[in-house]
């Protein structure tokens, strides 16, 4: 059984989150500069067994594709193709940003660790990755 690999698609940096091989926690990995992530990625497959992506889908409070949508389409379309083995799944990432900023509070961090956005990118990618993982639909798509 292989990781699931989450990402957190921003323009300058992406958050990466993956499970442990039993996919049963989702841990925060690191956050990749944008321009680099395709290298990275290429570099942990080298490594590690990966079932499926998981990457964010930006939608307004409507539903509908945000803005930011322009930006990531393209890359998942490159994942897609560059992988096409490994299928690439879409989470609603509606809030991820808060409740990242939110778990980082409670967490008890100082101030200066609250303002890190690469942080808040990692815990991103580990809500993005939780609630994938929480989803019903996940383990009934797998049978």
């Known amino acids: 059984m292989g990781r699931l690999f989450a990402i957190d698609y921003g323009r300058k940096r992406i958050g990466i ?4 091989e039993t996919q049963i926690i989702a841990n925060a990995l ?4 944008a321009h680099q992530i395709f290298d990275f990625i290429s570099g942990y497959l080298a490594e590690n067994e990966v079932e499926c992506f998981v990457v964010g889908l930006p939608v307004d409070m409507a539903g ?12 998942v379309k490159k994942l897609k193709k560059l992988y096409p083995n490994i299928p690439v799944y879409r989470v609603d990432e509606r809030f991820t940003s808060v409740l990242a900023h939110d778990a980082i509070l409670m967490s008890g961090a100082k101030k200066t660790k609250r303002q890190d956005k690469a942080l808040v990118d990692r815990v991103s990618a580990t809500i993005i990755l939780q609630s994938f993982m929480e989803n019903p639909q996940f383990y009934k798509d797998r049978s």
């Open 17 to 20: 989150a993956v499970s442990d």
């Open 30 to 33: 690191t956050t990749v500069p």
């Open 64 to 75: 509908r594709p945000s803005e930011s949508s322009q930006y990531i389409e393209p890359f």
